[in-house]
């Protein structure tokens, strides 16, 4: 299962990038206005740019990490648009993301309380073979 992360990139003007994380309630988030302050400064957060980045880590075990990726030069409001593909969307605010964290969750519940036949089946033959051996036990006669 994938945590869902935001990572906020600035580039400066040396040429290095600084960088912010967020998830949850933690770290940097936009504004009501759909603003976003790092070291200061304004920065306006645009869905249309944001790029969904996915990390696998880890050799035995495999954990996904997935970042919603969005990059500024430094000092300049409006996102880069950094790669190719155009999303139209509206405007992007800190309760539209605490509004899908929440759906996300709910999502995950709904969908983990499904009924599986298969997980049935292999619970009640176990349940079955295990009274099959009390029963052979009890019919062995002891001298």
């Known amino acids: 299962m994938a945590s869902l992360r935001y990572l906020w990139i600035v580039e400066t003007r040396a040429g ?3 960088h912010w994380i967020s998830k949850g309630k933690k770290g940097p988030m936009p504004d009501a206005d759909g603003f ?3 070291n200061k400064k304004q920065y306006a957060v645009d869905p249309r740019k944001f790029r969904r980045w996915t990390i696998r880590m880890g050799l035995i075990i495999r954990k996904k990490r997935q970042y919603q990726v969005q990059i ?3 000092n300049d409001p409006n996102p880069l ?3 190719h593909v155009k ?3 509206p405007k992007f605010t800190s309760s539209m993301i605490s509004t899908m964290a929440k759906a996300r969750r709910l999502n ?3 969908s983990g ?3 599986d036949i298969v997980k049935l ?3 009640l033959s176990l349940i079955m073979n295990i009274g099959i051996v009390i029963w052979l036990a009890s019919q062995v006669v002891f001298k």
């Open 16 to 18: 290095l990038w600084q």
């Open 36 to 38: 976003l302050h790092l």
């Open 72 to 74: 500024w030069k430094e």
């Open 81 to 83: 648009d950094f790669l």
């Open 87 to 89: 999303i139209p969307d």
């Open 108 to 110: 995950k519940i709904i």
């Open 113 to 115: 309380e499904q009924f």
């Open 121 to 123: 089946a292999l619970i």
